[in-house]
């Protein structure tokens, strides 16, 4: 149990498209999924946390225009980087709280898309 | 600066040796879980800690969260390769909404 999907894997896109990546959970429903990002060799920072159906929360020096955060339902959340530029290839990790029955506040990570930007 | 303080950033042993991975803090924290990564791939959970003094056990995992809930450790007996990967610990502050605060990681690299 607990699996968390995103898709795609990878993308390279040119400078100035906008790239959506959906992130969705399994087999469990979850009210808040978190997105990151990593850079080689480093550990996840925390861009955004997105509350379904309410507004997505970001992290200082995230700009909320440049990462568009919807959480639609209790499985689906995605993240669109709009017109990217190649200062925005990195990898993008989403991950998911349980709803329920977790007092531990555990998360489960997405496997993780690579973005580049050309 | 980071919540978590992550030590060592890298180890390179031998197959069969053992090692630890330590978290430490100033803050307390409500749990603190513990993933491995592996290179391409998101953070798998190995487990949560939540109780000051706790212990548990995965196989040849030993996992740590001292009394007073600001420091784990993470002790591998008899390492694998299978074991080599990104080692992060991740902590709730009671303060956070439910964020985690991540360290910076540990890279373990076991050669056979």
């Known amino acids: 149990g607990a699996v968390v999907s995103q898709h795609p894997s990878w993308v390279i896109c040119k400078s100035g498209t906008s790239v959506k990546i959906e992130c969705r959970s399994l087999?469990?429903?979850?009210?808040?999924m978190f997105w990151y990002r990593q850079f080689p060799k480093q550990s996840l920072m925390l861009m955004a946390t997105?509350?379904?159906?309410?507004?997505?929360?970001?992290e200082q020096g995230v700009e909320k225009d440049k990462f568009l955060i919807n959480h639609a339902s209790l499985t689906l959340s995605t993240l669109t980087v709009t017109s990217a530029h190649p200062e925005d290839s990195s990898f993008y990790i989403c991950?998911?709280?349980?709803?329920?029955?977790?007092?531990?506040?555990?998360?489960?990570f997405g496997p993780g898309t690579r973005l580049t930007v050309l | 600066t980071q919540l978590l303080e992550q030590s060592p950033q890298f180890l390179s042993i031998q197959e069969g040796e053992n090692l630890t991975v330590y978290c430490n803090s100033s803050?307390?924290?409500?749990?603190l879980q513990w993933y491995r990564q592996e290179p391409g791939e998101g953070p798998v959970l190995l487990v949560t800690?939540?109780?000051?003094?706790e212990v548990k056990k995965l196989k040849r995992l030993t996992f740590q969260f001292g009394d007073a809930r600001k420091d784990s450790s993470l002790h591998i007996t008899a390492a694998q390769p299978g074991d080599t990967g990104l080692y992060l610990c991740?902590?709730?502050?009671?303060?956070?909404?439910?964020?985690?605060?991540f360290g910076a990681g540990t890279q373990v690299v076991v050669t056979p």
């Open positions: 800690v939540v109780t000051g003094g």
């Open positions: 803050s307390v924290f409500s749990s």
């Open positions: 991740a902590g709730l502050p009671s303060f956070s909404w439910g964020k985690l605060q």
């Open positions: 991950s998911a709280r349980l709803r329920t029955g977790s007092s531990y506040n555990e998360q489960f």
């Open positions: 997105s509350n379904e159906g309410s507004k997505a929360t970001y």
């Open positions: 087999d469990f429903q979850a009210t808040t």
